[in-house]
């Protein structure tokens, strides 16, 4: 259970479009519509978890056509993302809009989003530790996997929430804007690498 728990940790700590996504949300909007746009992900990882868990995912993804349309929705919205995010200049705002992104808009993010599922998947089908019970085994993956998850992304939040108030100089907003961009490019790659 501990590697389950040092698993689900590492794997979702490192920057992924939910957390890199919130990151933005946090610096452009501030926290309460991180906050909504937080309940939006956090819905929509446990809505990615249930098709994971209930085999629909591998299912549908079984499916070839079906799997390159996500494959490649994915990457062309990601790239997008990541776009927005290198050319917003010389001010730390990841994600730039008249509205402010919230619930359905996090909600949106997680079924499109390739790391959710690589890790769901690597998550609810490895780390087995109660072969007895598959059931009460899930129950307590879910719960573990929550209680480190929303602390997580609230650290995200906070961390996007904090470059906002710093008023760093305009050299540095651009870099952390293009050191961003291209963590979002490599979670990009790997997906499309992964795939092919």
Do not use: C
């Not at 509205?99 to 490895?126: D, E, H, M």
């Amino acid at each position: 259970m501990l590697e389950f728990a040092a698993a689900v940790f590492f794997l979702i700590i490192t920057p992924g479009p939910g957390v890199l996504s919130i990151a933005g949300v946090g610096s452009g909007y501030g926290y309460r519509p991180g906050i909504a746009y937080l309940g939006g992900l956090w819905v929509g990882n446990n809505l990615v978890a249930a098709l994971v868990i209930s085999g629909v995912a591998a299912a549908a993804l079984a499916l070839p056509w079906l799997r390159a349309v996500l494959l490649w929705g994915s990457a062309l919205y990601l790239l997008w993302l990541a776009a927005k995010i290198a050319f917003a200049g010389a001010r730390i705002a990841f994600i730039h809009s008249e509205r402010s992104p919230g619930f359905w808009n996090g909600l949106a993010l997680q079924p499109i989003n390739p790391k959710a599922y690589a890790v769901n998947t690597a998550l609810f089908s490895g780390f087995a530790f109660l072969p007895a019970s598959l059931a009460a085994e899930t129950a307590i993956k879910l719960a573990i996997f929550n209680i480190i998850w929303i602390p997580i992304h609230i650290a995200w939040l906070w961390a996007g929430v904090t470059l906002r108030r710093l008023d760093l100089a305009p050299g540095i907003q651009r870099a952390i804007n293009v050191a961003m961009a291209a963590s979002m490019l490599a979670v990009v790659g790997i997906a499309v690498m992964a795939q092919l």
